[in-house]
């Protein structure tokens, strides 16, 4: 039971190129979120989908699109990465449509150069 | 705006000892907290949670008091071990899923 699988691990971008980090779980969850974790801070959220076909903005959704592709999967995509998204990104999920993030994947670390 | 934020960024216990690890939060409106662990290179793990019609609520080994007169959060950890040095982390919402988190205490185990 692998719970919420994030890839990549690790990336490096420079300024302006674009990328989409995956998530998928294996749980049949109805929510799923994406987090970003900066240094010496709480999670802040990005995107949000309650259930499938629905996506909401959260905190902080400037720079991002998110899809929610299937009940499994929600990615998130920087069309044009600047260097102030360079940040740890969670992705999480919740059983109860709309309910609390109660798994975590283990993160994509990202810097853009 | 709103905030919450944890008493202390560090907390260094004995092993064996009793952990108290606190947090404030400032939006009396708050209905529902959530406490998470987070190891180091990994993401957070939900530990325990307790809602605003409660005082206080237990799990295994840790348990969590809320004071809501004075907006106070704490998670207490019995018999510290070394599989608990991590970050903790509250966070608060208000009737929906958009939590709001502290910054988070890091806790380290002497053995």
């Known amino acids: 039971n692998a719970g919420v699988t994030q890839t990549p691990k690790f990336q490096v971008l420079k300024t302006g190129q674009s990328m989409t980090l995956q998530c998928a779980q294996d749980?049949?969850?109805?929510?799923m979120y994406w987090y970003r974790q900066d240094p010496g801070m709480g999670l802040r959220l990005i995107y949000y989908?309650?259930?499938?076909?629905?996506?909401d903005k959260g905190e902080v959704p400037n720079g991002y699109n998110v899809s929610r592709l299937n009940k499994r999967e929600f990615s998130l995509r920087l069309e044009s990465a600047a260097p102030s998204q360079t940040s740890v990104y969670f992705c999480?999920?919740?059983?109860?449509?709309?309910?609390?993030?109660?798994?975590f994947g283990d993160g994509t670390r990202l810097s853009i150069l | 705006g709103e905030s919450v934020g944890l008493h202390l960024p560090t907390l260094s216990v004995q092993e064996g000892d009793n952990s108290i690890i606190n947090c404030a939060y400032s939006?009396?409106?708050?209905?529902?907290f959530i406490w998470y662990k987070q190891e180091s290179g990994k993401g957070p793990q939900f530990i325990i949670d307790?809602?605003?019609?409660?005082d206080k609520r237990q799990g295994q080994r840790v348990t969590v008091l809320l004071n809501k007169t004075v907006k106070h959060l704490s998670l207490q950890i019995a018999a510290t071990q070394p599989g608990d040095s991590a970050v903790y982390f509250c966070?608060?919402?208000?009737?929906?899923?958009?939590?709001?988190f502290g910054a988070g205490t890091t806790v380290t185990v002497r053995a």
């Open positions: 307790i809602r605003s019609n409660m």
């Open positions: 999480a999920s919740s059983v109860k449509e709309g309910g609390q993030p109660q798994h």
């Open positions: 939006n009396s409106a708050s209905d529902y």
């Open positions: 749980m049949n969850h109805n929510s």
């Open positions: 966070a608060e919402t208000v009737g929906d899923y958009k939590l709001s």
């Open positions: 989908s309650a259930s499938e076909g629905t996506t």
